[in-house]
């Protein structure tokens, strides 16, 4: 069954929680009278930000409507996503903790019997009203990954710090920067690690960032791949551009930007015309793919097997 839980917290120290919504009762089992929900929830790269994430439930009450900005504004919102158990191939080890952020757009709409409330997420990686004041003190001749280790301990004490980098990033002079947000770091040094590593097949630094943890690789320090199988695919993996390709899977929240991925044997490929399909020569995907791009889309009741899946934007390595 399709699952989703949402937590609505104060700021507060206590974190009082003020809002949940779920589908499944208190009891664990699968509640078939759960509000509807739609989901659009992505996670990408800090260097090329793709906008807010939205939550929006139906059916709930008028009061939440009208006081929807003065309840839930710049308020943390978690959102789990996923399956739960009950059909065959359902597989609910996948479900978890898709997106934690802070509500920066919450407002309501009723139309005829419909009601329903929207809220937009952004990740909590500061902003120009609420700086993280990232300060990075890379030093000649010292590695750019224990540099941004402790520039990144410093701005965000609560998160574990996890840098997979080439160890040929390294500076010939002082380089000291100052960041209010880590999308501003994120796209600094991007471009500053293209151009200390001239390869055209290297793709630069990038930052994401997950619910207790911090990310930052650069595709040249591989890990164990996560293992798709043939039934977690939702149509046809694609070719999208030259290197890059999408997948459609069965909603799930255990994959995240800079995972890898390794294919199911077989699984045969669709070209677009933008992915110059005069190249492709073979008709199944090999090796193991670096994910740029998860997002995660659905309704909770639409019938259609579409309805409830993550995409995935991943390149080969």
Known sequence: M???????????????????WSSLTPQGTYNPGALMVDVDIQRYGMSTPKGMSLFRIHGVSIEDIRQAQTNFYNKVITIE????????????????????????????????????????????????????????????????????????????????????????????????????TLTQLAQTLKSFSRSLIPDANYSGVEIA???????????????????????????????????????????RSDIQTGDYIAMPAGALSVTTAGSYSQYRNQVSFTGNMLVTDVRMVGNSRTRDANGWVTIIEAVPV
């Open 81 to 180: 996503l996923g399956m739960s158990a009950g059909l065959p191939l359902a597989n609910k080890d996948q479900a978890g903790l898709a997106i934690t952020g802070i509500i920066n757009q919450p407002f309501g709409n009723w139309q005829a019997t419909e009601q329903s409330m929207d809220f937009m997420i952004v990740a909590g990686a500061g902003s120009n009203s609420e700086p993280k004041n990232i300060s990075l003190q890379w030093l000649s001749g010292k590695k750019l990954s224990t540099a941004l280790f402790f520039s990144l301990q410093r701005a965000f004490p609560e998160k574990t710090i996890n840098i997979n980098i080439d160890d040929r990033l390294v500076c010939n002079y002082d380089n000291l920067g100052f960041y209010p």
């Open 209 to 251: 960032m997950r619910e207790k943890e911090i990310v930052v690789y650069d595709g040249t320090v591989t890990k164990e791949p996560i293992q798709i199988k043939f039934t977690d695919l939702v149509g046809q993996p694609t070719w999208i551009e030259f290197a890059k390709v999408s997948v459609r899977l069965v909603m």
């Open 2 to 20: 399709r699952y989703y839980k949402c937590t609505i917290t104060d700021t507060d120290a206590a974190a009082t929680v003020l809002r949940t």
